[in-house]
């Protein structure tokens, strides 16, 4: 039977395709679930946390690099 081959190239694609809310990781319907950032989401809601996670990482990330500056350019 082909059924497990099936399933195992199903769970492939799903990994391929990412089809899970980026915020609460629930198997989302590519064709209904909005499309933000190339990822897919339950609701407009959970795209909007998402992207606030995303500012809030990225603002901190920012701070940090303040805190501990890199040197750029440098030659050694
Ligand atoms: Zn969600």
Redesign the pocket.
């Known amino acids: 039977m082909l059924t497990g081959h099936l399933k195992l190239l199903k769970d492939y694609f799903d990994i391929m395709f990412e089809k899970h ?6 198997e ?1 319907d590519k064709k209904t679930a909005p499309k933000r950032f190339g990822r897919y ?3 407009e ?2 795209s909007q ?1 998402y992207l606030k996670k995303k500012e809030e990482y990225e603002k901190r990330m920012e701070e940090e690099e303040k805190k501990h500056p890199r040197r750029r350019g440098g030659c050694c």
């Open positions: 809310c980026q915020t609460c990781g629930i989302v989401f339950c609701s809601d959970h946390q």
